[in-house]
């Protein structure tokens, strides 16, 4: 369901008040801090996950969004944030591994963390997670929106 990201907070205050056994909510946001209501979202989330291919645009992209909602919502306390995880994506098996190892040792450096888990390149399609971000609001971590 696509919802204008100026309803999507009373979109999902309504729907978890609502008589049903969410526990985990998926929001697809755009990856742009153009607009105030995606950082309404974000700092009500409890998690952001940010794919990013290996590529110099994505990782300057990526790392500079993810970076911003770092220091800005969670060092600072501001909403509901815990973390944010870089999920590499359109990984291509033939590309050597210590170029990703470099990069997950210095998104420690700077407090991001590049999770275990990749999402495969698929041949021929260029396929994979495109959003830039993903937020996640469980039911109990969305109390006092």
């Known amino acids: 369901m696509k919802i ?12 978890l008040s609502g ?11 755009p990856g742009t801090m153009n607009n105030p209501n995606v950082l309404q979202i974000i700092s009500n989330c409890d998690y952001v996950f940010c794919p ?3 590529c110099k645009y994505d990782i300057e992209s990526t790392l ?8 800005r919502l969670m060092t600072m306390g501001y909403g509901n944030l815990k973390g944010v995880k870089i999920l590499w994506n ?7 591994s210590d ?3 470099a990069y997950d040792e210095f998104m420690e450096s700077i407090g991001l963390e590049a999770m275990k ?3 495969p390149a698929v041949p021929g399609t260029g396929s994979g997670a495109t959003s830039l971000s993903i937020g996640i609001s469980a039911k109990s971590g969305v109390t006092g929106l």
């Open 4 to 15: 204008p990201l100026e309803e999507t907070m009373f979109r999902i205050r309504q729907y």
């Open 19 to 29: 008589d049903n056994d969410t526990q985990v909510l998926f929001l697809d946001l």
């Open 52 to 54: 990013m291919a290996a």
């Open 64 to 71: 500079g969004y993810c970076q911003f909602i770092h220091d």
């Open 90 to 96: 359109k990984v291509d098996a033939r590309e050597r």
């Open 99 to 101: 170029l990703y190892n």
């Open 117 to 119: 888990t990749t999402i």
